[in-house]
């Protein structure tokens, strides 16, 4: 029986009894009890594992080093899942303190298994609308001379773009040039997403425009629209409304 196929008494018992055993695993540095809910099939059973961690982290700064020194050990499992999930985990802390786990979320990076490096990008954007730290870490590994690592950062930028476009505009201009093709796709799709929230298409239109590279803005153009018609409700702007802008902008010049 899945996670939230249990009656909601018993879902928030088995709830509680996640995060005790989290609590218990971290102070014993022990891993057996914790185990089985970290490579749970359930995505909401890890969700609820690594969400877990992430609480405790926040509310328990005298055991900090501890924990992730627990997730380290944790980290080194052979199955995708627990790895999956420990990454996560180190999404939660990273949007407090992405220091303290950036060499674990560099590992995720380079994960053999793409589940894990999905995590990753999950774990850089969610971390990313909260924590600045996410830009210093990102220009390191912008232009990587591996284009999965280039797509992963490039992906992971998205969250902190939405409300903060001026902040990494600079990194997406590197990818413009972009010779592969899973690259300049992610770039087009992270443009489109960080067009649609206030104050921000006019911003990022004129940025691209302004790079002179028409391939570019014409698939800008394309994914802009769609962005603003698939989240019309929560857009600045209506679809006919960037629809409009383009239209007379072209006729301008």
């Known amino acids: 029986m899945g996670y939230y196929d249990l009656p909601k008494e018993e879902r928030e018992q088995y709830k509680s009894s996640i995060e005790n055993t989290v609590v218990s695993s971290v102070k014993t540095n022990m891993t057996n009890e914790v185990m089985p809910f970290l490579s749970d099939s359930d995505t909401y059973v890890r969700k609820v594992a690594y969400q877990s961690i992430g609480v405790l982290y926040k509310q328990n700064k005298e055991i900090r080093p501890l924990i992730v020194t627990w997730l380290e050990q944790l980290y080194d499992n ?3 899942k627990v790895r999956q999930t420990i990454i996560y985990a180190c999404g939660e802390i990273a949007g407090i303190d992405f220091i303290a786990i950036e060499k674990l ?3 995720g990076m380079y994960d053999p298994h793409h589940s894990v490096r999905n995590a990753f990008i999950g774990s850089l954007k969610i971390s990313g609308n909260k924590n600045p730290d996410i830009i210093a870490f990102c220009e390191k590994y912008i232009l990587s001379d591996d284009p999965e690592i280039r797509r992963l950062i490039c ?3 998205e969250l902190r773009g939405r409300e903060h476009p001026q902040e990494i505009i600079g990194f997406l201009k590197k990818l413009q040039h972009d010779k592969n093709k899973r690259v300049r796709q992610m770039l087009i799709h992270v443009l489109g997403q960080i ?4 104050g921000c298409f006019y911003f990022v239109e ?3 425009f ?3 590279n028409v391939d570019i803005y014409r698939a ?3 994914e802009a629209v769609e962005v603003h018609g698939r989240y019309e409700k929560f857009s600045e702007l209506s679809k006919n409304d960037v629809i409009a802008f383009f239209e007379k902008k072209g006729s301008a010049s």
């Open 195 to 198: 067009s649609y929230k206030k």
């Open 105 to 107: 979320l560099t590992k």
């Open 220 to 222: 800008f153009q394309k």
């Open 78 to 80: 052979t199955d995708e």
């Open 206 to 208: 004129n940025e691209v």
């Open 210 to 212: 302004a790079w002179g």
């Open 155 to 157: 992906h992971g930028l």
